[in-house]
């Protein structure tokens, strides 16, 4: 099957945004990311990374994408699938796993 490996970016802080005082951090909504699509879709491969807006990585479309975030004071953490923004602050796993249905991802 010539499925796509989809790429999920979370942006966050160490510091939880003004309005989501009782929301997981940022790093904490990744681990669980991962872990629910790891169960979800096992054996389908994707890939999944933090960025830290506040201390970016040296790629230029992840430093833009992260001023973004401040700038537009954006809820985080900030879910990205390849490049489409499919949660904020309080990312819900039904649209993450709808989205991912699109590329071909299948429930097991």
């Known amino acids: 099957m010539g499925r796509k490996e989809v790429e999920i970016i979370v942006y966050g802080a160490d ?9 997981p951090s940022s ?3 990744y681990d669980w990311l991962e872990a629910a699509i790891s169960r979800k879709f096992a ?14 990585p040296n790629d230029e479309h992840r430093q833009s994408f992260a001023r973004r ?7 985080y953490p900030v879910v990205l699938l390849e490049d489409r923004v499919v949660g904020e602050g309080n990312p819900r796993l039904k649209t993450i796993f709808a989205e991912m249905e699109k590329y071909g991802y299948q429930a097991v």
């Open 15 to 23: 510091q939880l945004c003004p309005s989501c005082v009782n929301l």
């Open 69 to 75: 975030v401040i700038e537009e004071d954006m809820f």
């Open 27 to 29: 790093k904490e909504t």
């Open 43 to 56: 054996g389908q491969p994707f890939k999944i990374s933090y960025v830290d807006i506040y201390n970016p």
